[in-house]
């Protein structure tokens, strides 16, 4: 056990390749969709501190799903759907069109908006969201077009949380948990520490965070609260205390501890701190990743003689494998739907590890990258992308991946190393 220790904390050293400050994450886009549709954002009337417009084509472009019609090309700008002359868009061919206007007064912002079909001449949807923050206000408009044209809940409006790595000389560090705005803006710092955090996660209502900390040399697993900065020790048995998962009732963790000699699963009671050990076996079972209803785990386990991943149903403590293909499969995330799972995947014969998704009721695999080395993978609320850690030159990044693989961007910070994302659960 100590050996595992060990190798915990020499990885998590090992991503620290220079000094790096609180900063917000970039977005590249590295590789889009062949089939964009044309949407066309006119700069909304009114005033606000940002560009609204501005904000809801950056979020639809990163998609990789949408090509926003360059406002400079615009042949008007109407600020209502009364306003409009469809002529002009389908000149432009121009499939989707959002107008809309900002009011303001006493801090607080309302955007008045509408989503219409240039092809149809007709309004798909119109409504009024307000705000005391523009972002928020422009990511929610965001969802709504997003929704409206493909069908799917838009994830905008949603947060992203990642570790940050700085060396202070010598053999002092300091590791950061942050959070952001799912395009990396607003970054905020939730625990700084000079011991490594690992595997932080959101509570179902993403007004809590669970985590693990070394502080004091040895791993504890902690949940925080977002508002008042309060942090509480779940865990600190002798051994490993990791991979902290919440239930999708947000009543339990689901852990990983070694108090009985190997790693096992266990689930924990937040309010009282009750265990309930969930598997027992020689083998190392780790990386627990809920059900979407609660009835079961699926976790990593070495008994088959190499890494892969088994689900055990709670209520028969069955526990079946649930990966085949590949020599290495860990680190899994079911979907929000419970139809796939998210992992980390390493063929036969090959070096690389990379982010696979496998369908549950086909078996079937397939590869969404081909870096050399990524890593803890985390899925968007509706499904659509997963965040994952990634190595860029001699830096770790976070990169994003739709889920078919057809869309790529990187999201960097300005400086130093960026590791174990985690996408929040919708925010309204």
Do not use: C
Not at 167 to 189: I, M, V
Not at 321 to 337: H, L, S
């Amino acid at each position: 056990m100590k050996k595992i220790l060990s190798t915990m904390l020499t990885l998590l050293l090992a991503m620290v390749y220079g000094q790096q400050a609180l900063a917000e994450l970039t977005i590249e886009i590295t590789q889009g969709s062949d089939s964009s549709v044309s949407v066309a954002v006119v700069p909304f009337g009114g005033s606000s501190p940002e560009d609204v417009a501005s904000i809801i084509n950056s979020d639809l472009k990163r998609t990789g799903q949408f090509d926003p019609f360059d406002p400079n090309n615009m042949l008007s700008m109407p600020h209502t759907e009364n306003d409009v002359v469809y002529a002009d868009w389908r000149k432009s061919d121009v499939e989707y069109l959002v107008v809309g206007n900002i009011n303001s007064g006493g801090g607080r912002y309302e955007a008045n908006y509408s989503i219409l079909d240039v092809v149809r001449q007709q309004s798909l949807a119109s409504g009024k969201i307000a705000s005391t923050n523009v972002r928020k206000l422009a990511h929610r408009i965001s969802d709504q077009v997003y929704e409206k044209i493909t069908g799917i809940r838009g994830a905008f409006d949603t947060k992203i949380m990642y570790v940050t790595a700085e060396r202070l000389g010598g053999q002092r560090s300091r590791y950061q948990l942050n959070y952001a705005d799912a395009d990396g803006y607003n970054a905020r710092a939730i625990f700084t520490s000079s011991e490594p955090i690992l595997s932080p996660t959101w509570s179902p209502d993403n007004k809590k965070v669970a985590y693990v900390s070394f502080k004091g040399g040895r791993p504890g697993i902690y949940i925080q609260d977002l508002a008042t900065g309060k942090q509480r020790r779940i865990t600190n048995y002798k051994g490993l205390n990791s991979s902290p998962a919440w239930s999708p009732d947000g009543r339990q963790l689901a852990v990983v501890l070694s108090k009985g000699g190997n790693p096992d699963i266990y689930l924990v009671d937040v309010n009282s701190g009750a265990l309930r050990q969930i598997t027992k076996h020689f083998g190392i079972d780790t990386e627990p990743s809920w059900m979407p209803d609660g009835s079961a785990i699926v976790f990593t386990s070495n008994r088959g003689g190499s890494p892969q991943i088994y689900k055990t149903t709670l209520a028969t403590g069955k526990t079946e494998r649930v990966t085949f293909e590949g020599k290495y499969n860990a680190r899994a995330r079911v979907f929000p739907d419970g139809k796939q799972i998210a992992m980390v995947h390493k063929g036969q014969g090959v070096a690389q590890f990379n982010i696979a998704v496998l369908e549950l009721e086909t078996g079937r695999m397939r590869l969404l990258t081909s870096t050399s080395l990524d890593e803890s993978p985390s899925v968007a609320p509706n499904g659509t992308m997963l965040l994952y850690g990634a190595m860029q030159g001699q830096r770790g990044v976070l990169s994003a991946v739709s889920a078919d693989g057809a869309v790529k961007l990187n999201l960097p910070s300005k400086q130093g190393d960026v590791r174990e994302p985690a996408w929040s659960n919708f925010t309204y």
